[in-house]
């Protein structure tokens, strides 16, 4: 029965009632009568069709069980039921085509129906084709216009239309695009009254696929040209006071404001690496003409940063030089003179391929240029985001050589050029090049643990993470893991309160580290899964502390060749910036992988690592892979330095007592499968029969069953389905997948 609101008398003369048009309903009355009518009539079946949620005063039958809840994602068409309503019709499908109208429709049934229609036409059929496809989706968007949008009252109209040009929104987004202060409310009727709008139930709101497309046809009907980008820029301006930059980019380009693309370019061409955005704001920079960026001396520093963080030095020294020449046109009294000055010693101290020992000549300089007012620098950071002063920015490794005499002599100027990232900086970073020494800084530690609280007022979170991360390797190194991993917790939990996000990749993989450490090889599997890089065909150098850990990972997962393409990519970026350090991660790992599967490259590899560290008479940079790297080291005849080496291989004992299986597969196979039996493994792993690999793999059932025993065997599983799980152990297989 319908209603218009008010619950009639019902005559329960049947076993199954059906109310239609229930969001009509008044919450305080009728809802509270049909509520009682359901309860005192347990033996009846009531039947609630809504174009709306399920009210609060109703949801108690569902909690309990007594009700089931059909939302419009249930009632969509998969594949079969698409092929069976064609088919009603005498029309054969192809599997493209029913993927087609799958991904067109996404499954909802006016869409597959009226597609249907278009090509049942009564005269003849028609075949499936992009025709078919326009004339379905304005047959649809019709319907939705008369039967749907037209309903509405002018200011849930008009709010639907402003709002479909986003991909997902909230409250807030909705009230700034609108300007309208009754946003909430309308937003609030919408989800009461429709299925149109997707709830993610804390924030978010999307719109049906379908339903979107069509709003987007009635804005391109309705609105202006200028009218819709006024909605964009409105947009533009909620994800830019966000912080989310590339949203707001992405408004403001489609809404045709250059000049506030340029604005937020130009402001983040000053921000230092951890702070930039120049990975989700490059397409944006590169769309630039030439001919704007010659003319902002921000545009050109922005460039010459985001060239060297993808490698292109050429193209950063250029646009360097570029600014160079820029300043060279200025007068002295120009008053843009002081900020270019500035914009040059930023990029002399931040850019990657610039080597740490000339900036024993430039930090004095500049400190002498900032005493005397001529230049005024940008925010700086020495540690991009990671957890290390030592290896941030840049690597320091030459500046241990003298740390001390540079601690003396380097810390004030060092401290006025960096302003409130110097703050802790220089007894963090002498306490880091101790450690790499493997000498005793547990004083160094206190004195640094009692500066965090004015690191924390008058610095960065740069600093205080990075003293945090030398705090937890020195807990690491001491057999502490479990102190370090709720030290590294701490801090997560901390900047998560404070809005840091910026630090959660990095601290996530320091995470991982300590787990590697302690053995829990399930949350390295999600970390792994769900926050490793993986993508080797595009370095990002600032997760390169994410793809040191990543080949951790593997190897610990026991995939070799896995951490050796992780690791590929950053070889050549460390001899071109002089990152001597990661290089010593990177040969230690590959050795080891190397060394696995039974390659003897892993010794050159390996006395890349120990030269290299003994120049600078590093010892921890080895020694944390302890176990991991014992047995090689025992195997290698190094002779450069005696005495480093034995306190290298003490230190390593030291560690690989505390942490035995670091780095350690858990399951091993003595017998290594084959390929035809690694194929067949992952066959078993999707659930095929053994006549199904046969057909597949165009072999015989005994051969079949034959190889399945060996499989088995090797696997050291006595069941089909045993062996799916030993496969994920052993990383054969991810997820089921290859």
Not at 22 to 51: A, G, T, Y
Not at 353 to 381: A, G, W
């Amino acid at each position: 029965m319908e209603t218009d609101g008010i619950l009639p008398e019902i005559k329960l003369n049947r076993d199954i009632v059906m109310i239609d048009d229930l969001q009509q309903f008044q919450e305080n009355e009728d809802l509270q009568k049909l509520n009682e009518l359901i309860r005192d009539n347990p033996q009846k079946k009531f039947v609630l069709l809504s174009r709306g949620s399920v009210p609060g005063v109703l949801r108690a039958f569902q909690y309990t069980g007594d009700m089931i809840v059909i939302d419009a994602r249930d009632l969509l068409f998969d594949r079969d039921d698409i092929r069976q309503l064609f088919l009603g019709y005498n029309i054969k499908l192809t599997d493209s085509e029913i993927n087609e109208i799958l991904k067109e429709s996404i499954g909802h049934p006016l869409g597959i129906v009226v597609t249907l229609q278009c090509m049942n036409r009564a005269d003849s059929q028609r075949a499936f084709d992009s025709d078919i496809v326009k004339e379905a989706y304005h047959e649809v968007f019709i319907y939705f216009e008369a039967a749907i949008y037209q309903r509405f009252d002018l200011p849930i109209r008009r709010l639907l239309l402003e709002l479909a040009s986003f991909d997902n929104f909230d409250y807030e987004l909705a009230r700034m695009v609108s300007g309208d202060p009754n946003t909430s409310e309308l937003l609030d009727w919408i989800q009461k009254n429709t299925t149109m709008l997707l709830y993610d139930g804390i924030r978010q709101f999307r719109f049906w696929p379908q339903f979107r497309d069509f709003l987007l046809w009635e804005l391109e009907r309705k609105y202006s040209s200028q009218k819709k980008n006024a909605v964009l820029v409105r947009g533009g301006m909620y994800y830019e006071l966000k912080g989310d930059y590339e949203k707001a980019l992405d408004c403001y380009s489609r809404g045709k404001d250059h000049s506030k693309v340029s604005e937020i370019l130009i402001r983040n061409g000053e921000s230092h690496p951890g702070m930039g955005h120049y990975s989700e704001m490059e397409k944006y920079y590169r769309s630039l003409p030439e001919s704007e960026i010659l003319e902002s001396p921000s545009l050109m520093q922005g460039m010459s940063m985001l060239c060297a963080l993808n490698t292109d030095y050429e193209n950063s020294e250029r646009w360097y030089h570029e600014l160079e020449q820029f300043a060279a046109k200025c007068k002295k009294q120009d008053a843009v003179l002081c900020q270019i000055k500035s914009r040059i010693a930023w990029l002399d101290i931040s850019l990657p391929q610039r080597k740490t020992d000339k900036m024993i000549q430039i930090i004095p300089s500049v400190f002498r240029l900032i005493t005397n007012r001529e230049v005024k620098l940008p925010p700086f950071s020495v540690t991009s985001t990671l957890p290390s002063i030592m290896n941030g920015g840049k690597d320091f490794s030459p500046w241990s050589k003298i740390d001390d005499l540079l601690y003396q002599t380097m810390r004030i100027p060092v401290e006025a050029v960096l302003g409130k990232d110097g703050v802790g900086l220089a007894d963090c970073a002498i306490a880091e090049s101790k450690f790499e020494k493997g000498e005793d800084i547990s004083g160094r530690i206190l004195l640094l643990v009692s500066q965090l609280g004015e690191v924390q007022k008058k610095g960065t979170p740069d600093i205080e993470f990075a003293i945090v991360g030398l705090l937890a390797r020195s807990q690491i190194a001491l057999g502490r893991a479990e102190d370090a991993l709720r030290t590294v917790q701490m801090i997560r939990e901390r900047f998560e309160k404070n809005g840091h996000t910026r630090f959660f990749h990095n601290i996530d993989a320091v995470l991982c580290r300590i787990w590697l450490h302690m053995d829990d090889l399930e949350r390295v599997q999600v970390w792994y899964r769900e926050k490793a890089p993986k993508d080797p065909l595009h370095l990002n150098v600032l997760k390169r502390y994410q793809y040191l850990t990543q080949a951790m990972a593997e190897l610990a997962l026991g995939m070799p060749d896995a951490t050796l393409l992780t690791l590929a990519p950053l070889e050549s970026y460390c001899r071109e910036c002089s990152r001597y350090i990661d290089g010593i991660h990177i040969n230690v790992l590959e050795a080891i992988a190397l060394y696995r599967k039974k390659d003897s490259l892993w010794k050159e590899k390996l006395n890349s690592a120990l030269d290299t560290a003994q120049e600078f008479g590093f010892i921890r940079t080895i020694s944390v892979y302890g176990a991991a790297v014992l047995s090689l080291l025992e195997q290698t005849e190094y002779k450069n330095d005696d005495e480093w080496f034995a306190r290298l291989i003490k230190d390593v004992r030291v560690e690989a007592s505390f942490y035995p299986d670091f780095l350690q597969p858990h399951l091993s196979m003595e017998n290594e499968l084959t390929a035809t039996e690694l194929q067949i493994l992952r066959l078993i792993c999707a659930d095929k029969s053994n006549a199904q690999i046969g057909q597949i793999m165009d072999i015989k059932l005994p051969t079949v069953k034959t190889h399945v025993s060996h499989i088995l065997t090797k696997l050291d599983v006595s069941r089909r389905s045993e062996a799916k799980t030993a496969a994920k152990r052993l990383w054969l297989i991810q997820d089921g997948k290859n």
